[in-house]
């Protein structure tokens, strides 16, 4: 089994950056991929970036491409996502995700999901 905590996450104003962090312990979290999604209020739930267990590859979602970035942390089983350049249309809870499977696009693919954290961009 695999655990997801995510840290971060809050209110900015458009045009404001925010940095989310995710740790995973459990079985083997140094060999997952790991990635975000988000969820807005009524919509369905989006592919927002993933990384590889090696941090050598890299995916985005369209949408966030050029303003996002993730990273692996420094500690194994970890992961960040850097939010440049807000928008009020990325407000969601946002999700760390957990897998093998690379790429992970769509949200049935995923085993792992941390409990989500709130974004908020608002003037």
């Known amino acids: 089994h695999v655990t997801l905590v995510e840290s971060g996450g809050g209110s900015v104003q458009p045009g404001g950056s925010l940095r989310l962090s995710c740790a995973a312990s459990g079985y083997t979290v140094e060999n997952l991929n790991m990635g975000w999604f988000r969820q807005a209020p009524g919509k369905e739930r989006e592919f927002v970036a993933q990384i590889s267990w090696t941090g050598r590859s890299t995916n985005y979602g369209d949408s966030v491409s050029g303003r996002f970035t993730i990273s692996r942390g420094a500690a194994k089983g970890t992961v960040n996502l850097q939010m440049n350049n807000l928008k009020p249309e990325d407000t969601a809870v946002y999700y760390c995700?957990?897998?093998?499977?690379?790429?992970?696009?769509?949200?049935?693919?995923?085993?792992?999901w941390g409990q989500g954290t709130q974004v908020t961009v608002s003037s």
């Open positions: 995700t957990a897998d093998w499977n690379f790429p992970a696009w769509r949200a049935s693919q995923i085993n792992y």
